[in-house]
């Protein structure tokens, strides 16, 4: 059984950071590719950042650029994400999302989601 909890999420005041953390469970997050997404209230769910195991390439939506590292560590079998210089933008639920395939990038499980609030 495959489970992916948030963790990280809080209140935070423009320019600061937060650690978003993703532990994964009945999974590796060395699988095909890890992201995270958000979610504001009113606004489509958009991909923030994706790390692929192989060749460890990252992609990040334009507007987190800089700001934002993802990265995986398969020792605690957790997924990051680094949050700086925090926007009253970036407030949304969080969710971490891993690859169900192990040949393509298919985000077919999902955490709960932990809340970003940015003030």
């Known amino acids: 059984h495959v489970k992916l909890v948030e963790s990280g999420g809080g209140s935070v005041q423009a320019g600061g950071s937060l650690t978003l953390s993703c532990l994964a469970s009945g999974y590796t997050v060395t699988a095909y590719c890890m992201a995270w997404f958000r979610q504001a209230p009113g606004k489509e769910r958009e991909e923030v950042a994706t790390i692929y195991t192989i060749g460890g390439s990252t992609y990040y939506v334009d507007s987190v650029k800089g700001r934002f590292t993802i990265s995986q560590d398969s020792a605690q079998n957790t997924v990051y994400l680094q949050m700086n210089s925090l926007k009253p933008e970036d407030t949304a639920m969080y969710y971490c999302?891993?690859?169900?395939?192990?040949?393509?990038?298919?985000?077919?499980?999902w955490g709960q989601g932990t809340q970003v609030t940015v003030s």
């Open positions: 999302a891993g690859s169900s395939r192990s040949d393509r990038c298919i985000f077919g499980y």
